[in-house]
């Protein structure tokens, strides 16, 4: 290796840990790791998550508009979800820890997002806040075993 790819390395890695991404400074400020509850949580996020994608499945439209095309863009991101959903719940049913799901997590998280934002295009804003609610409270239930609390508080506010 070249000393000046090694120096690089040096310098990313002395970023990372001054920023708070290195390995083990991620988990400082959470909620500390229970397997059992956040194994039942990520079973009811699931579960929520299944029955979201069921009742907008169910409400079938034969429509070309562009708030069609939405509508099934957002059940492509809740077949997403749905599975993602499922593969964090087994992989913590079978053993795997906060840092072996930690980026399933985030997906999911991105992936709500991706859904309240392709629903508003389709549904009113509380519509699609009533549509994903389920969904949001169960990932509010996870959250604090995996993103720090200033991470939740950087997302935009709504103004009244």
């Known amino acids: 290796m070249k000393p000046a790819h090694i120096l690089g390395c040096f310098f990313a890695i002395a970023a990372l840990v001054a920023i708070g991404l290195a390995p083990g400074a991620a988990f400082a400020d959470l909620k500390p790791w229970n397997q059992e509850e956040v194994t ?5 996020l699931h579960a929520a998550v299944k ?3 069921k009742s907008m499945r169910r409400e079938s439209t034969g429509d070309l508009t562009a708030q069609a095309y939405a509508r099934q863009k957002m059940l492509e991101i809740l077949k997403v979800l749905e599975r993602s959903c499922g593969q964090l719940a087994a992989r913590l049913e079978g053993g795997a ?3 072996e799901t930690l980026n399933i997590a985030r ?6 997002r991706d859904a309240e934002t392709e629903g508003r295009k389709f549904m009113t804003t509380q519509q699609t806040d009533e549509r994903i609610a389920p969904a949001e409270q169960a990932l509010d239930g996870l959250a604090p075993y995996y993103f720090e609390p ?4 950087q997302e935009p506010a709504e103004e009244s």
């Open 40 to 44: 039942e949580l990520a079973k009811a």
């Open 51 to 53: 029955e979201v994608r």
């Open 107 to 112: 997906k999911i998280r991105s992936l709500v």
């Open 150 to 153: 200033q991470a939740e508080a």
């Open 97 to 99: 820890g906060q840092a």
